[in-house]
């Protein structure tokens, strides 16, 4: 009998087991899946699967949290225009350019609802709901510091304008779902008819 019960608490606790690891992987999964390469640079710089898995969670947690919502119609135009004067003024003035993009990526979040007193946090912030774009953001970033300290070539600004692009994209794109979708939903008074 007590041999029995032995092998009954272990084939339980093996199938336990089996069952958390599988969980865990699914998870794993789902969070690559969701994160793409910040899950891997987010992994690379913990140096620990399981740590960056927490990190990437609490992300989740915390942006829930945040009353984020898409830009209007009107501040999306409006910021559609002014990208396209940093974008033309990158001819004359690189420097300038890179700045002005700087300034108005930080409005344009803002203005969407996340926090952006620190940096570090506004690009973990963004990475949740643009995994794609964070590394970019973090490049471009980098060069505008850069560049304040005069260590950034004409390259560099192209390519911090371009990377800057990327997360203005996201953000009008973010506006564009969000209006098209509530402008072909029906109306009460529409649903009545």
């Known amino acids: 009998m007590g041999t029995v019960l032995t092998i009954v608490i272990v084939v339980v606790l093996l199938a336990a087991a089996a069952l958390l690891f599988m969980y865990q992987r699914r998870r794993s999964g789902e969070l690559q899946q969701r994160f793409g390469p910040e899950y891997e640079r987010t992994v690379e710089e913990s140096g620990d699967r399981r740590s960056a898995e927490r990190e990437l969670r609490g992300r989740e947690r915390r942006v829930s949290k945040l ?3 898409p ?3 009107r501040s999306a135009t409006a910021y559609e225009a002014e990208w396209a004067e940093v974008r033309q003024s990158f001819v004359d003035h690189p420097a300038s350019a890179v700045a002005d993009a700087d300034r108005l990526v930080l409005r344009m979040m803002r203005e969407s609802g ?26 471009a970033h980098r060069v505008a510091v850069a560049d304040s300290r005069g260590e950034a070539g ?6 911090a304008v371009t990377a800057y692009g990327r997360l203005v994209d996201a953000l009008l794109d973010d506006s564009a779902d ?3 979708r509530h402008t072909t939903r029906p109306t009460n008074a529409e649903e009545q008819a």
Do not use: G, K
């Open 67 to 69: 009353d984020i919502t």
């Open 154 to 159: 004409t390259e560099d600004l192209r390519q």
């Open 114 to 139: 996340y926090p952006v007193d620190e940096f570090d946090q506004r690009v973990n912030d963004i990475s949740v709901e643009h995994p794609e774009v964070a590394a970019h953001y973090r490049d």
């Open 178 to 180: 969000h209006n098209i």
């Open 71 to 73: 830009l209007s119609r």
